[in-house]
């Protein structure tokens, strides 16, 4: 599906086509599920209803490429890179003293954004409105492969992350089926390596405690085996990155994809390598289409546009992400806020995964390539905008859930299903309300002494069990 050469380059076979989805007749009239491939290559299941949808979405992509031709036919083809129009995602707010023309230029842009890039278009305008470009030009131009070749056959904690036995599908797969309603997704992955014997890598919380006590169901232990067993069958977890897709699942997009994640773990020891990481930087080697660019592009998103630490070991930025948007839950959806904390619903059951994928195991790839247009212009506020948006459209049903496994199921079928990226993102800016970074930097700066507290405390216990392990 793709190849490489000696520039790590990818030719895609598949180039994005706008082709018009036909269901048989018989599909039609019986309203069977349709199995199609999506612009990117992935597997899409849906009925007829969201064939329609997404025909009238790719006739929008179609018309807004129109709207993108005509403006460098007018402007210039790099008109988004005028000096006077600063990128948002870097946080650089536009001077009062600039002139008329150019703030209509940057609103311009802002809009034209939201609407969606064409995706012929996606890799350089990310590329250049993200800071990826301006990162890149300030080391030499040889710097993403001379750093392979360093790396090439060593061995870090990282790289047996990626090569080996990944338990934190386990938890996520856990969380999702719904085993710990009232737990949050650190005791699940703390559980899963408490029962094999693995390294603790997180402290214990005092329901893991409850739980080793009483003893497991039988039903627990068969998933966890279940899945533990499928891991090691497939002996390292980048098959399980988008499995099935057309070039991803395959030796050379493992290999890619391998080379991407080693050399940025290499770059930064403190982030290494996280579950969540493999899915976004796949994502970023299908629309960049080199190894190189996707290198920058998950650089320039980890160091400039998310939010400090929210892959690094202890993931206590993703902790204060959580934080700040059960927060903003209770002030943008009272109602659902309410009704969840009397269901005791933890929102990290679904958040964490939106937050640390970035929303790409959980929207539809058309969708999410939409959100990640608006984030690497204007910054994370973008993901608490969709995550909210999420929640508010399906309000009425969710306030009739009775358990915390109807409100799993609920939001799981939505994203799953929201192959209208308009939609969405009208929700999201136009019915949640505005959101500054500013706002969410006092935010986060308000949560954070509370959660580095508790994981000092989990530490504090980590420890405390492991002097109790060696008295025994």
Known sequence: MYHT??????????QPQMQILRPSIHSRRANLIVKF?????????????DVNILNEVREKVRQQG????????????NWYLLPQVSSLAEGI???????????ANAITLKRLIRKGIP???RPKVWFSLSGAAKKKSTVPESYYIDMTKAVEGKVTAATKQIDHVSLNLCYLAICQSGFFYNWDWFSAFILIEKLWGLVLLRSLDDGLGRLLLVGLCASLKSLVQDMLSEEIELGWDLPRTFPGHPWLDTQEGHAALRRVLVAYSFRDSDVGYCQGLNYVAALLLLVMKTEEDAFWMLAVLLENVLANDCYTNNLSGCHVEQRVFQDLLVKKCPRIAVHLEELEFDVSLVATEWFLCLFSKSLPSETTLRVWDVLFYEGAKVLFHVALAIFKMKEEELLLAHHVG????ILQKTTHHLF???ELLTVAFDKIGSMTTNTLSKQRKKQEPAVMAELDQRLRRLNSTKMDDLDK
Do not use: C, M
């Open 119 to 121: 995706p012929v278009l």
């Open 37 to 49: 491939q999506d612009l990117y290559g992935f597997g899409v299941e849906g009925n007829v209803d």
């Open 5 to 14: 050469n000696s520039k790590r380059e990818f030719s895609i076979k598949f």
């Open 420 to 422: 209208d990226p308009d």
């Open 93 to 103: 707010a536009l001077k009062s003293s600039l002139k008329l023309s150019t703030l």
């Open 66 to 77: 129109r709207v993108w031709w005509a403006l460098e036919a007018s402007k210039g083809a």
């Open 406 to 409: 109807d409100v799993i199921n």
